[in-house]
Structure formats: C-alpha cells, structure tokens
Nanobody
Framework: QVQLVESGGGLVQPGGSLRLSCAAS????????MAWYRQAPGKQRELVAI???????NYADSEKGRFTISRDNTKSTVYLQMNSLKPEDTALYSC?????????WGQGTQVTVSS
C-alpha cells in the first residue's frame, strides 16, 4: 500500500519559515520524481517545486530564492524548506510521487501565513 504522509505545516507569521516533510512508503522512492503542490481556497492547485531522481530541482517563479526542495532517499522523504513566507503562501501543501504513469498523492498539510 502506497502512502505519502506530509507534516510540518502550521501557522507562521509573515517573514517566517517552515520545513515541510513528505514521508513515502510502499514505493521505490529513489525511482520517483517528487514534487510539492499547493492549493489555496478558491484557486487551482499549482506546482511549487519539483526534484528529479538525480536531484535536479525546479521551482515556480514566485518561489525561486525562497523555497528549497530536497530529498533523502535513505529516508524515503522529500522536504520543502520555505523561508520569507508571505500571506499569499497560505495553502494546503501536498506532495506527489511520479514514475511513468503512476502518480501518488498525500493528503496535504496546511500552511497559514498570518500575523
């Protein structure tokens, strides 16, 4: 059974930082491209960051320089370090594992940026 479990969300003040984690089980993690998405209320889900099996990363323009995606294949976990958070970063953050035609999603972790 495949499971992706996100953690690390919460309430943070503008300018603050959070580190999200997504722990995977039931898949050959190192073979999967991993990504973080987010969905704010009333908006479509959008890609935040992606990391390939070889560690190549890419980010949405609004996150470049503020967010860092990384992976630890020994722990089957992908991380999203988020710095300089803004109120517009408020959303449900979910991770996705992709390999070929196989896509798996976690349930998400809520991030709220507010003073």
């Amino acid at each position: 059974q495949v499971q992706l479990v996100e953690s690390g969300g919460g309430l943070v003040q503008p300018g603050g930082s959070l580190r999200l984690s997504c722990a995977a089980s039931g898949i050959a993690f190192r073979a999967y491209v991993m990504a973080w998405y987010r969905q704010a209320p009333g908006k479509q889900r959008e890609l935040v960051a992606i990391i390939t099996t070889g560690g190549i990363t890419n980010y949405a323009d609004s996150e470049k320089g503020r967010f860092t995606i990384s992976r630890d294949n020994t722990k089957s976990t992908v991380y999203l370090q988020m710095n300089s958070l803004k109120p517009e970063d408020t959303a449900l953050y979910s991770c996705k594992a992709a390999w070929g035609r196989n896509d798996y999603w976690g349930q998400g972790t809520q991030v709220t940026v507010s003073s």
